[in-house]
């Protein structure tokens, strides 16, 4: 699944069911008017909302962008649009776990998706290179019709279920070990007092910010020299 900011134009996906709408903090809406009329020619949006305790809706307003008429400000009560979008594999959805949090939005699943394949680049020549044989589902699929008595011959001289299950959790955990991560700030402060930037800081639900110094306590940062660490970053890197 994808997160996208709300706009009125996903109407016909909305009411078909394809696209839910929920709030900035995950809180699903039932609209029930899209054109609740409003002095100046205005129009407004109708949608029910429940508490978050869950036990009951309210009413809530909100212009056609999506911002809530009372709290235009505060990114909890904006509408966002949640599709379908593509299907992420379990070892797609581990590493964008590393770089994003869920629900991941449309353009976080276009840098997942890229750092995935040169991730999994990087695991088959690391496999490779240690020895072991990378099953293709093709070949699998050919072991299976193999008759059984010609398999459990070939299963007491090697093992060969038991050496891909091991090479693809070294080759992931190798891969995976240098990637940047979110970490918190415990105590004091740090800083180059240049203005020139360290780190990026998590503000708020979807926000992100540089900074030149760190000290608000749990704040969750990535130091941007970290970033040297991801594939690609040096031109002549192979």
């Known amino acids: 699944m994808s997160r996208l900011n709300f706009d009125i134009k996903y109407r016909p996906q ?15 809406v039932k609209i029930v008017c899209w054109d609740k009329k409003v002095f100046g020619g205005r129009f407004e949006i109708v949608g029910l909302v429940p508490t978050h305790q869950g036990d009951t809706e309210t009413v809530q307003l909100y212009c056609p962008d999506g911002t809530h008429i009372a709290s235009s400000c505060r990114e909890n009560f ?15 959805k ?11 939005e449309e353009r976080h699943i276009k840098v997942i998706k890229e750092e995935s394949a040169k991730l999994l680049a990087l695991a088959r020549k690391q496999l490779i290179k240690d020895g ?22 070939v299963s007491d ?35 180059n007092g240049r203005g020139i930037p360290l780190a990026i800081v998590k503000r708020g639900l979807n926000g992100y ?15 941007l020299s970290d970033l040297e660490k991801l594939p690609g970053f040096n031109e002549d890197e192979k």
């Open 132 to 153: 072991y044989v990378i099953e293709k589902k093709a070949f699998h699929d050919a072991v299976e019709k193999v008759a059984p008595e010609v398999m459990k011959e």
């Open 209 to 223: 910010e540089l900074v030149d110094a760190l000290g608000i306590q749990g704040e969750q940062y990535i130091i």
């Open 94 to 104: 581990a590493v964008g776990l590393e770089i994003f949090d869920e629900p991941f």
């Open 157 to 191: 001289k090697v093992d060969m279920e038991e050496a891909l299950r091991l090479g693809y959790e070294k080759g992931r955990a190798d891969a995976l070990k240098d990637l940047p991560r979110w970490r918190k700030w415990e105590n004091g402060a740090c800083g």
């Open 78 to 92: 904006k509408l966002f649009i949640i599709t379908p979008g593509p299907e992420l594999s379990e070892f797609e």
């Open 14 to 28: 909305i009411e078909s069911g394809e696209y839910k709408v929920v709030t900035g903090d995950g809180r699903p």
